[in-house]
């Protein structure tokens, strides 16, 4: 997927550096993403995420805070009004580009932005939190005993993931004076709680809080095991998952019409993990699936192998054949299922020049209802005119061309 390398202005006029994770299909809406406290743009849940919105046909605005990351300015002179305030910069610059997000998603102090901001930002229609404090001012418990010296000095230095940061006592009096239960209560927005209940730093209890706040339409999901930086990848990509899937029912993700002569649609593949075989597989933006190799392979398991889909729409295609076909003739069939099994077996035991092997699916077809023999017969005969049957069954012809170089980045 194209990902554009982007600056824009942020509260203070320092430029923020950001990527626009766009689709490589249409452009269905956009969604603007708040990372967390003292990270970047670049975290591995960032990247999943704004992943697998974009093969929905959602773009994703991901961006580094004002002094963190690439962007510039001092992050001693920021707080949390500063990152509300750069969110709103990111809404503004996605406006002026005709890209007004219509989903904000915030991960742990960037999801407390987020419910802050969401008021402001009326092109908005959905808002996810990661991980999200009740109240800003719970960051200021990563301070430890350096609260007393700030507050005596105005300012010390605080070591954070085992990195050093300024911080001013301006940030903790920012900080203590944020009350988001009025935002949260006032939200017109549809509002997904995505939150771990081994969260070591931030509470479960603060999504409960968080949701119980909320107004209808709200949802409430446990990430399980993960941790707070949603730092194991199979975490990072059940919480995609679910963005994805929850954010359909709320935005309009209606796909342009095709052009006149264009194909029914194109199921593209793309690279999940480039350490592994994992790919996710799109048909069109309502439809994603897996797929994947087992871990004897090299893979994760988490998706049907090749040969799985390949199985799996003769199956389907079988099944829909018969179904049509016993409807038509309002045949008394309660439930069909099809069993199919895929095996390689040599040409001496088949019709195929010698030294080759060919491909052979065994297909049990299962028939409930009242039919007579009669019936049975013709539905079983009927299988065999399924689309997908006769595709594999025929000779086929693929065309393979090279696509054009794509340059990651614009400025």
């Known amino acids: 997927m194209p990902i554009e390398r982007i600056t824009f202005p942020g509260h203070s006029g320092d430029m923020l550096s950001a990527r626009l994770d766009m689709p490589d299909g249409p452009h269905l809406a956009t969604a603007l993403f708040a990372h967390c406290f003292t990270c970047s743009k670049d975290i591995p849940a960032a990247r999943r995420i704004a ?223 480039p350490k592994g075989f994992l790919q996710d597989v799109n048909a069109g933006p309502l439809h994603h699936a897996l797929a994947d190799e087992p871990l004897a392979y090299g893979g994760t398991n988490q998706g049907m192998t090749p040969y799985g889909f390949l199985a799996s729409g003769l199956g389907a295609c079988t099944s829909m054949t018969i179904r049509m076909y016993a409807r038509r003739k309002g045949w008394p069939l309660d439930h069909v299922w099809v069993d199919v099994s895929h095996d390689k077996v040599h040409a001496r035991d088949a019709e195929a020049p010698a030294g080759q092997k060919v491909d052979t699916f065994l297909r049990t077809i299962h028939l409930q209802g009242e039919l007579t023999d009669e019936q049975r017969q013709r539905l079983l005969e009927i299988a065999d005119r399924c689309p997908v049957h006769q595709t594999l069954e025929r000779a086929s012809v693929v065309t393979t061309h090279l696509s054009e170089a794509v340059v990651e980045g614009a400025t």
């Open 51 to 273: 992943a697998r919105l974009a093969t929905m046909g959602i773009a994703v605005l991901r961006f580094d805070f004002t002094g963190l990351g690439h962007s510039e300015g001092e992050f001693s002179n920021t707080h949390f009004s500063s990152n509300v305030a750069d969110l709103e910069a990111a809404a503004d610059y996605l406006a002026s580009r005709s890209m007004a997000p219509a989903l904000l998603i915030g991960h742990s102090l960037g999801g407390a932005a987020v419910l802050k901001a969401a008021t402001r930002i009326t092109s908005s229609k959905a808002v996810v939190t990661v991980g999200a404090p009740y109240e800003p001012d719970h960051v200021s418990h990563q301070f430890g005993d350096a609260i007393s010296k700030i507050s005596a000095n105005g300012q010390a230095e605080v070591s954070l993931a085992g990195r050093p940061f300024t911080i001013k006592k301006s940030f903790l009096e920012d900080v203590s004076g944020q009350n988001l239960e009025p935002c949260i209560r006032g939200l017109k927005q549809a509002l997904l709680v995505l939150h771990a209940p081994k969260d070591a730093t931030v509470s479960i209890d603060n999504a409960a809080r968080i949701f119980e706040a909320a107004k209808h339409p709200k949802s409430f999901v446990t990430l399980d095991d993960a941790d707070h930086l949603i730092s194991e990848p199979s975490d990072a990509e059940y919480a995609a998952e679910v963005i994805a899937s929850w954010a359909g029912r709320y935005l309009s993700l209606t796909p342009p019409a095709p052009p006149p002569g264009a194909p029914e649609g194109i199921v593209r593949v793309s690279e999940a993990d």
